[in-house]
Structures are given as C-alpha cells and as structure tokens.
C-alpha cells in the first residue's frame, strides 16, 4: 500500500511541476523560446509576495492578488524590450537572454533580500498542516490538492483561451505563421508580448506554490526550471499544452517512487526518466499530430530548419 | 485620385535589388495584372506594398496617405490585404479559425465569415475542417476569404493558380469575378496570363526588377507581352 501512496503523491507532486512548466511550454509552443530564466521568474514572484507579507499581515493567497498583475505587465516588458529584439537574430540569441535575464533576477534577488531561505508555508495558518488520511497508508495534504487542482484549472483555462476565445486564435494564429499572421492584421510582435505575460503569470502562481510547499532563496530558480523543463520534454515539447502537465504527473511519480526505493534516488530517477523519454523513438508522451515524427525531435528539427 | 501611388521604390534582398525603382498608379475599381518570368521581382513587389517587405528607398501612398514606413498589420487596417504565394494558411486552424483571426486588425466594412461562405460557396461546407486536410483549390479560395474578411479597398493576389488543378483553377477566377464585380481594386499575379488577362483591366509586365510594358489588357498583343516577358527586345532577338 506504500506504493499506492506514493503514486498519489508523485501525482500531486506532479501538479506543482506541472504549473512551473505550464509558462515555459507556453513560450516555447507560441515563439519557440526557452526562457532559462523561467525559474528565477517564479522565485521573484516569490518574493514579491513575501514582501508584501512583511508589511501587511494577510494570507499569501491575497498577497498574489496585487502582485498577479505586477508580474503580467513585467512578462509584457520583458518580451517588448528584450526577447523581441534576441528574436530578430537566430533562435541562440533568446536562449542567451534568457540566461542574462536569470542571473540578473538571481543577484538582484540576493541583493535585495539576502542570500536567507525564506517560506511563506508559515503564513497560511492550518492549510500546511491539514490532510485527509483516506486510509492507514495513504494520506491526502491538503496543500498539495490545493496545488494539484490549480494546475487543473490553469491547464484548463488556458485551453479555453486558446481554444475558444479570439484572442486565444490569434496567439494560435501567430504561433504558427507571425509572418502571415502580420498579412492579416494581428500585431504578432503584441500577440508574443501577451503570451510572454501569461507564462509569466503562471510562473508567479508557481512561485507561490513553491513557497508554500518548501522554501525558496534568491537561488532556487535553476532547480524549478530542470524540473519545469524535464516535465515539457517528458509531455512532448510543446506539443500539446496538457502534456506538460502529464509530463509533470509523470515527473512527481518518478521522484516518489525513486525515493520509496532508495530516498537518495529521488531526483535521480526524476533525471532517468527525463533521458529515457529524451532517446526514445516517440520522444514525448503526447506528440505532434502532424509532423509524423517525436515532439522533441521534430521541434529540434524545427528549430535547426529556422 | 489614384488608391495606390507608388514612387521610384526599391526593394532589396540583402545586395539583391528585387525592385529596382518601379512606379505605379492603381485606381479605385481597376484590375490590374503584374506578368514577369520567375525571380522578376513581383512577389517582393507585393510584399512591400502590403509591409512585409521594408522598402529600401521610394515611397508607397494608399489613399493619401504615406504609408512606406507602416507595418503590415496597420496597413491592413487601412485596407491593403495580400493573398501569399503558396496561400500560407493557418494549418492547424480550421477554415472558419482561419476567416475569424483576420476579424480583429480589419478596416470597419461590409465582410464577415457568413459574407465569405455566400461569395465563396465552396467553404461553406469546409468550415469545420483544418486547414492542412484542404485541396490546393480549397485552400485559395481559403485564403481569398481569410484576405476578405479585413474589408480591403486593395486586394493583391499572388500567384493565383499556382499548382491548382485545372478545375479549380476555374473556380477560383470565378470566385475573383465575383469579389471584382463588386467593385474591389485588385492587382494580380499569376502564371496563366490569359486567364489573368482576361479579367483585367490593365497589364504591367515586370522584367529583372523593372516595368517593361504597361498597357490595357484590351489592347496588349500576345506578342508584345511574351517579349517583355523574357527580355527578348533588350537583347535585339526580335527586331
């Protein structure tokens, strides 16, 4: 029944990997962008809420409230002023952005902050500690289902926006063709922009459920975005946006049975099944429905034919 | 006043002078068909009328209006729409997805997706379908809708019946007639120049980047044309 246990958990697991990869497929599907400082994003959110908290004594769930829009209009700015420009010259360009971006985040955090471990899982009275146990062996953390459903429905709604709101088509439109799209009136350089706040406002929900569930420093980014970035590759790279999410179940699975063989295995076995996934044929769980070929390989094709 | 004015422009490909100062008035209503042999320079003329294409030098006026420096998706406001060579639509949008994303940057006018299925029947049954599943003349007729429905007062079509099938050849240009009928200001590219021809109103033939020839199409002969076509007069063969 352990093992019962521990699939239940690497699936709610799953949920957290699965909103801190949510924005990187986000901008990798839209405008083929690997934001390396995708993680840093979620830990400044962190932050940002943290510091709200030091001088306003509410939940951490009203601090997202005003910061929410904060970050939105950062992932607008940073797309305008500098990932747009990176775009112009090549698909490196970006990547090396990002990666200033991220160390730019990092340090600043330090320097604003201090190089301290912070939490917000203090702050949120009873929620941290309360759990259904189902029975003696498996038990569910109320947390942890708060997480796990929140990825649903951010998973959920961006769906419907893409799928069914105009907006939501124009971003589809511009994914696929910014050239074309430009021919038939959408600003595609502003589609972008928008795409880039809403992974940026994921990312800020994933901050905070980062800093509810465990800790966070001005360094914890790199380590969400290896997870973030394993789970994209793992649910097909792109390919379909619940794939990230499948891809983090299968991530969170990996980890706690991992653990349950040998504790230090835990995010070894996350990393294997990542390169597993990575060598083999499909390469990804939910592939391209055109295109034939694995989600990882035909988007590195896609890469190195642009 | 003419509804396109264009000055001396210049397009380049990197060193490449695609366009190498061409003039052009269109009128409001006119049908005018571009000819040129292949790397002529018609598809970056096309381009840069409708801002794909950043003009190296000369200006483009639409209505009055300077519009060189104005990006695509603004010039399409103004009513300047392009049909792409090669239709490039969007694959994985079905056919109404593809006639709904030009809704948003269109001028304010006549044009909307039940518009589109009554002056293209074809698509009308196809709505639901993706784009990538459509037949060569399915997806022009796709394309010319998605143009359509931004309400445009210029109409520039590339390529027309590029590798269509000789049927559907025919319902495209009927398609054409039909949007020409009412009114609309086209400029035309397309290989079949007898079938381009015979809609227009007037002929420009474009060689090496320049117009050579400019005349109605009523009065152009076959025999001038297929000699500004391939060059044959600059080069003395034909005397």
């Known amino acids: 029944m352990t093992w019962v246990n521990d699939v239940v958990q690497g699936i709610l697991l799953g949920g957290y990997y699965g909103i801190i990869a949510c924005g990187l497929a986000l901008m990798f599907g839209v405008m083929r962008i690997i934001n390396l400082a995708h993680?840093?994003?979620?830990?400044?959110?962190?932050?940002?809420?943290?510091?709200?908290?030091?001088?306003?004594?509410?939940?951490?769930?009203?601090?997202?409230?005003?910061?929410?829009?904060?970050?939105?209009?950062?992932?607008?700015?940073?797309?305008?002023?500098?990932?747009?420009?990176?775009?112009?010259?090549?698909?490196?360009?970006?990547?090396?952005?990002?990666?200033?971006?991220?160390?730019?985040?990092?340090?600043?955090?330090?320097?604003?902050?201090?190089?301290?471990?912070q939490s917000l899982g203090g702050q949120t009275g009873s929620l941290v500690t309360a759990a259904w146990q189902i029975n003696s062996?498996?038990?569910?953390?109320?947390?942890?289902?708060?997480?796990?459903?929140?990825?649903?429905?951010?998973?959920?709604?961006?769906?419907?926006?893409?799928?069914?709101?105009?907006?939501?088509?124009?971003?589809?439109?511009?994914?696929?063709?910014?050239?074309?799209?430009?021919?038939?009136?959408?600003?595609?350089?502003?589609?972008?922009?928008?795409?880039?706040?809403?992974?940026?406002?994921?990312?800020?929900?994933?901050?905070?459920?980062?800093?509810?569930?465990?800790t966070f420093s001005p360094y914890a980014g790199p380590d969400q975005l290896i997870f973030a970035f394993e789970?994209?590759?793992?649910?097909?790279?792109?390919?379909?946006?619940w794939g990230a999410l499948l891809g983090g179940i299968v991530l969170g699975v990996a980890q706690t049975v991992g653990a349950q063989i040998n504790p230090e295995w835990s995010v070894l076995a996350g990393h294997i099944v990542f390169l597993v996934v990575l060598?083999?044929?499909?390469?990804?769980?939910?592939?391209l429905r055109s295109g034939g070929g694995g989600g990882a390989r035909a988007a590195l094709q896609r890469l190195r034919a642009s | 006043m003419s509804l396109l004015s264009v000055d001396s422009l210049v397009l380049r490909h990197g060193l490449l002078e695609a366009v190498r100062g061409v003039s052009l008035q269109i009128e409001p209503g006119e049908v005018l068909s571009l000819v040129g042999a292949n790397g002529a320079g018609k598809t970056t003329l096309l381009r840069g009328l409708a801002g794909a294409h950043r003009p190296a030098s000369g200006t483009i006026s639409f209505d009055g209006q300077d519009i060189t420096r104005m990006p695509a998706h603004r010039r399409v406001r103004q009513g300047i729409a392009l049909v792409p060579e090669g239709r490039r639509l969007f694959a994985?949008?079905?056919?109404?997805?593809?006639?709904?994303?030009?809704?948003?940057g269109a001028a304010p006018g006549r044009w909307d997706v039940e518009a589109v299925y009554a002056a293209l029947?074809?698509?009308?049954?196809?709505?639901?379908?993706?784009?990538?599943?459509?037949?060569?003349?399915?997806?022009?007729?796709?394309?010319?809708?998605?143009?359509?429905?931004?309400?445009?007062?210029?109409?520039?079509?590339?390529?027309?019946?590029?590798?269509?099938?000789?049927?559907?050849?025919?319902?495209?240009?009927?398609?054409?007639?039909?949007?020409?009928?009412?009114?609309?200001?086209?400029?035309?590219?397309?290989?079949?120049f007898s079938r381009a021809a015979a809609i227009s109103d007037r002929v420009v033939c474009m060689l090496e980047g320049r117009f050579v020839l400019a005349g109605k199409a009523a009065e152009l002969t076959r025999e001038q044309i297929t000699e500004a076509y391939f060059g044959l007069h600059d080069r003395g063969v034909v005397a």
């Not at chain 1, 400044?44 to 910061?67: K, Q, R, T």
């Not at chain 2, 949008?93 to 030009?102: F, G, K, P």
């Not at chain 2, 609309?184 to 590219?189: E, I, S």
């Open chain 1, 39 to 117: 993680g840093d994003i979620a830990v400044l959110g962190a932050y940002l809420m943290y510091l709200l908290l030091e001088h306003w004594n509410v939940s951490p769930f009203i601090a997202l409230i005003p910061v929410l829009p904060v970050m939105l209009a950062l992932g607008y700015v940073l797309q305008r002023l500098i990932l747009q420009r990176s775009l112009r010259s090549g698909v490196l360009t970006p990547l090396l952005a990002t990666f200033g971006v991220s160390i730019v985040i990092q340090n600043a955090l330090e320097q604003g902050f201090g190089p301290d471990v």
């Open chain 1, 279 to 287: 060598v083999s044929p499909r390469g990804g769980l939910l592939t």
């Open chain 2, 92 to 104: 994985n949008l079905t056919v109404e997805e593809n006639l709904l994303v030009a809704r948003r």
């Open chain 2, 121 to 192: 029947p074809m698509l009308g049954p196809l709505r639901r379908r993706r784009a990538a599943t459509l037949s060569g003349g399915e997806q022009q007729a796709t394309a010319i809708g998605r143009a359509l429905m931004t309400n445009p007062r210029l109409l520039l079509i590339d390529e027309l019946s590029l590798g269509l099938a000789p049927v559907a050849i025919d319902d495209v240009y009927a398609s054409l007639r039909g949007v020409i009928g009412d009114g609309m200001t086209v400029l035309l590219v397309d290989q079949d």
């Open chain 1, 137 to 214: 062996q498996v038990s569910i953390a109320a947390l942890s289902a708060l997480i796990f459903g929140a990825a649903v429905v951010i998973y959920g709604a961006l769906q419907f926006f893409l799928a069914r709101t105009a907006a939501g088509r124009r971003m589809r439109a511009a994914a696929e063709d910014p050239d074309t799209a430009e021919l038939v009136g959408i600003d595609s350089r502003a589609v972008y922009a928008r795409a880039t706040a809403i992974a940026v406002g994921i990312a800020t929900i994933g901050g905070l459920a980062l800093a509810l569930r465990t």
């Open chain 1, 231 to 241: 789970a994209v590759v793992i649910g097909g790279l792109g390919a379909s946006l």
